[in-house]
């Protein structure tokens, strides 16, 4: 199997404002040990509000850290209210984009079609997007977890070529588990991802192999290890657990 780098990503949701943002990084930069960041890319995904702010202190501080954003538009640019266009992501270093969270998928309406012209774009800007793909608990409890996990990540990577997708991670986070408290087991959450890789590798043949794949859904410093330990599993999407420094710091150091 390809030596995949493991991917851990801060997912803030709508926490946090941009003093907030600043004191965070700042401390858990302080209290986490270097060696912690050789073998793990680390990504913050904080409001846009923020991301200008942690830009700079990343940049000046020169931090481990890799600067992510929580959506953006599919246009670069137009008469689109309230949005946020790749190429101004791109202009503040942002390096990863999260796509297709089931955030949006379910309470802004966003569909498969949606989720695949956000992917290209954030691809031709030059930046990774994180696209995520999951089911709900009615899906899960009907025997549709693999048909609907396969259909969404073939339908995000439509038109995508094997260059760019080498870019790319996937979140599985079943939809379930989304702030509930519960997350998949271990082994449940292994064998899901495998059907993702496998769809993955109808599209891309061995690249497959190589694709980062993460789980997401309450994740915590308790459970992470058990999750890391899967073969499949590549890293965590994090959402309430990265909100406080001192606990994703635990949740970084897990093989130590």
Not at 27 to 40: D, N, P, Q, R, S
Not at 66 to 91: H, I, R
Not at 124 to 133: K, Q, S, T
Request: hydrophobic content about 40%; aromatic content about 8%; charged content about 25%.
């Amino acid at each position: 199997m390809p030596d995949r780098r493991p991917i851990i990503a801060a997912n803030w949701k709508m926490h946090h404002d941009h003093h907030a943002a600043i004191q965070f990084v700042q401390k858990l930069t302080y209290i986490v040990e270097a060696e912690v960041y050789e073998g793990l890319d680390v990504v913050i995904c904080p409001p846009f509000t923020d991301l200008r702010s942690l830009q700079t202190l990343i940049e000046s501080d020169q931090l481990d850290l890799a600067l992510g954003a929580q959506n953006c538009y599919f246009e670069d640019q137009g008469a689109f209210t309230g949005e946020v266009s790749p190429p101004m992501l791109a202009k503040l270093k942002v390096a990863y984009v999260i796509v297709g969270h089931s955030e949006r998928r379910q309470r802004f309406g966003e569909d498969d079609e949606i989720v695949n012209r956000k992917v290209q774009a954030v691809l031709r800007h030059g930046m990774a997007p994180i696209v995520c793909v999951g089911e709900t608990l009615e899906e899960r409890e009907g025997g549709r977890t693999a048909e609907t996990v396969a259909g969404q990540a073939r339908a995000a990577f439509a038109g995508v070529t094997k260059a760019q997708f080498e870019r790319c991670v996937v979140a599985y986070e079943p939809i379930w588990a989304i702030g509930t408290g519960h997350n998949a087991t271990p082994e449940d959450a292994d064998g899901t991802i495998g059907v993702i890789r496998s769809a993955l590798r109808d599209l891309y043949g061995d690249l497959a192999d190589g694709a980062r794949i993460q789980y997401g859904g309450s994740v915590k410093p308790g459970n992470v290890a058990d999750l890391m330990a899967m073969p499949e599993i590549d890293g965590a999407l994090v959402g309430g657990a990265s909100l406080d420094p001192d606990e994703f710091a635990r949740l970084l150091r897990w093989g130590r």
